[in-house]
């Protein structure tokens, strides 16, 4: 196991040169390009000293981990200000920066605490999280497997977004959403309001269930199994707003699902009619002179048409099927464990990733359609743009990194910050009416 750890952690490093990353780029990019200033206003939520009843202490208590080179880790660190976090970032260089939540205590000095009674060092806010991943559709797409991604299975991160952005907003209520690029593979989400960072363990894995679909393990065929006459509402809401139009106009196409008798059965193995398979394996058995494209479309619809047609209303699970199978293949699949509990760490927004080069930069959710992960800005270019006099010392919105600054302050900082300050001084107003009346 040490030795593949040890070839795995070389093919990092050489990949990560390929792409112009190294401890010596990394510096300058902590030097000229990271944004402390909007990282600490961001994690601070109105503490910053400013507004009657801030919590002076609650950046301090954030925890922070880095993983240095050779894969050195430092979790636990904490920092009572910007500076601090900056002038400790700009010097050990971090190849990632992690977030944790932030804790009861400062948890860089958590072992002055004693374990038990009431100063147990424990988590009191974190924001709810997700972590989705491309390698987790593996069994779903066909042009690529593992970290790899190309435009043919990337707008699976695309529907994903658009899914659980809406369900967010609309079935929970909240306001202050942040996607983020991870930088090679998938995309993570933050929810930032104050009532889901105060969520419970409990609460937050009742709304992970409720986001949750796919079931069984990876040697499962059929991963999903809709239940009762009709679709939740939140899951028909996903069907007919964005899964079934992507499946039947992109994804079909795209990953040639029925273009060959082993891909077709792996979809006609999910079907619970004999007489249907026998049905489509006959009329597919010639060869079809149209184009590839042509096929799968075509043999899409006479399965979807059979299925819906009503000729077998004695198996149960016909009626459903199409959607069954839409569902397995585009339905978001989220890494369930870390959104369960507040003291999962996840990669700070603006990190740079170390085998690709790229920065992990936020993701409109309006404008995901758009978004094309071998546009994002990378260390390397980013470098050349600073070498080329493209950029000074404090002109960021002149680099290819600025509009992703510039969206995370005004789509998501800003209204952040009021709506925060909103809260700290209704909160401050609320306690010294309590005095008062007292």
Request: glycine content about 6%.
């Amino acid at each position: 196991m040490e030795i593949d750890d040890q070839e795995e952690n070389q093919k990092t490093k050489i990949e990560g040169i390929r792409q112009g990353f190294n401890a010596d780029y990394l510096k300058i990019y902590y030097r000229k390009f990271f944004p402390y200033a909007d990282m600490f206003k961001w994690l601070s939520y109105g503490n910053d000293g400013k507004h009657p009843g801030c919590d002076q202490s609650y950046f301090g208590r954030r925890e922070f981990s880095f993983t240095l080179e050779n894969d050195i880790y430092l979790r636990f660190q904490s920092f009572d200000n910007v500076a601090e976090m900056e002038k400790s970032i700009k010097e050990k260089c971090p190849f990632k920066i992690d977030i944790g939540p932030v804790y009861n205590v400062d948890p860089a000095k958590r072992q002055a605490y004693a374990q038990s009674g009431d100063n147990v060092f424990r988590p009191v806010e974190r924001e709810l999280i997700f972590d989705i991943d491309i390698s987790d559709y593996d069994d779903v797409r066909f042009c690529c497997s593992g970290a790899d991604v190309c435009s043919r299975c990337w707008p699976l991160m695309s529907v994903s977004i658009k899914v659980i952005d809406t369900a967010l907003r609309e079935d929970f209520g909240f306001s202050h959403v942040l996607w983020v690029y991870s930088g090679r593979r998938g995309v993570h989400c933050w929810v930032c309001d104050g009532r889901a960072r105060r969520l419970s363990n409990e609460q937050r894995v009742a709304i992970t269930e409720y986001l949750h679909v796919h079931k069984g393990n990876e040697n499962s065929l059929k991963k999903v199994a809709l239940s009762g006459h009709s679709l939740h509402p939140f899951l028909g809401r996903a069907y007919n707003e964005v899964l079934r139009a992507f499946f039947e106009e992109n994804f079909v196409t795209a990953q040639n699902l029925f273009s060959t008798k082993e891909l077709y059965e792996r979809i006609l193995k999910m079907v619970p009619d004999e007489s249907i398979i026998s049905e489509l394996e006959s009329k597919w058995q010639d060869s079809n002179k149209r184009s590839r494209d042509d096929i799968n479309l075509t043999r899409w619809m006479h399965l979807k048409h059979l299925l819906q047609s009503g000729k077998h209303k004695g198996h149960q699970g016909v009626r459903k099927c199409v959607e069954e199978i839409v569902f397995t293949f585009t339905y978001p699949r989220l890494d369930l464990e870390v959104s369960k509990h507040m003291n999962h760490l996840l990669k700070a927004p603006f990190c740079i990733h170390p085998k690709t080069g790229r920065v992990c930069v936020p993701i409109d959710p309006e404008r995901c359609d758009e978004f094309d992960p071998s546009e994002v800005p990378t260390l390397s270019g980013l470098l050349q743009e600073l070498n080329d006099g493209i950029i000074g010392e404090s002109e960021m919105e002149n680099t290819s990194l600025g509009k992703s600054i510039e969206y995370f302050r005004s789509s998501f900082l800003h209204p952040l910050l009021r709506s925060c300050k909103e809260e700290i001084e209704s909160s401050y107003a609320a306690k010294l009416q309590s005095s008062r009346s007292n």
